[in-house]
């Protein structure tokens, strides 16, 4: 049972325009919401998170976005670079796991292609 | 600042044989310790998780197990290795917080294959 799903494996954008990756989540529990970026051969470093009390957060070029009616969140990546090419992971966490656990689901990541 | 060490980069080893990763952080105290594996085209999925010394919940049945002999150290374990246990393995930290979620902490990973 996949609990966090990135529907598109693959993105490619051109450099300069709007990279818009998506994650759709099953369990209404999760109420805290993250986007990993990695690359080959390393672990993920986390870019930005968003609690379910939001429905935006701003970082710079990353902002996400949260509709917990839809149970949807994306992350967008304004303006896009080539080094921002990597792959994207969402992951999600719930309060019932355990105020100590914080147990992190993850997609299973979309590979982002910034052509320059 | 904290940092997560955990090695070796890469492993290849024979089918049957044992296995022992390690992971220890520094510049903390009490963190949660997780093992994650990503196989080949997969996402990230959760093996082990621990929340302080000697206290280990496993999340999937597998071949594998874990310890937590110390409080910044957390050993991924196998008595005889299956080709299935081919992977990238990842541990990861995080702080404890009464309240709310927050992110976890990646150490550089660990490219297991099983021959």
């Known amino acids: 049972d996949q609990q966090v799903k990135q529907n598109s494996p693959s993105l490619s954008v051109q450099e300069g325009r709007i990279s818009i990756l998506n994650c759709d989540y099953t369990?209404?529990?999760?109420?805290?919401f993250l986007w990993y970026k990695k690359y080959p051969a390393e672990g993920p470093t986390f870019l930005i998170s968003?609690?379910?009390?939001?429905d935006k957060n701003e970082d710079g070029r990353f902002t996400v976005f949260l509709n917990k009616s839809a149970k949807h969140l994306s992350l967008h990546i304004v303006p896009s670079q080539p080094g921002d090419s990597a792959v994207y992971f969402c992951a999600a966490s719930a309060k019932n796991y355990g105020g100590a656990t914080n147990k992190l689901i993850f997609g299973t990541g979309t590979l982002l292609a910034v052509q320059p | 600042s904290q940092t997560i060490h955990q090695w070796p980069a890469t492993l290849v080893q024979p089918v049957g044989s044992p296995l022992s990763l390690e992971c220890t952080v520094e510049?903390?105290?009490?963190?949660?310790l997780y093992w994650y594996r990503q196989a080949a085209g997969r996402g990230l999925q959760l093996l082990f998780y621990?929340?302080?010394?000697?206290?280990i919940s496993s999340e999937v049945p597998q071949n594998l197990s874990a310890s937590r002999p110390q409080d910044r150290q957390f050993i991924l374990s196998s008595k005889k290795l299956l080709l299935s246990d081919s992977g990238f393995y990842l541990c990861a930290w995080s702080q404890k917080r009464s309240q709310g979620n927050t992110e976890a902490f990646f150490g550089q990973g660990t490219r297991l294959t099983v021959v």
């Open positions: 369990n209404s529990m999760f109420d805290y």
């Open positions: 968003i609690s379910s009390i939001k």
């Open positions: 510049g903390t105290s009490n963190p949660n």
């Open positions: 621990s929340v302080g010394i000697g206290q």
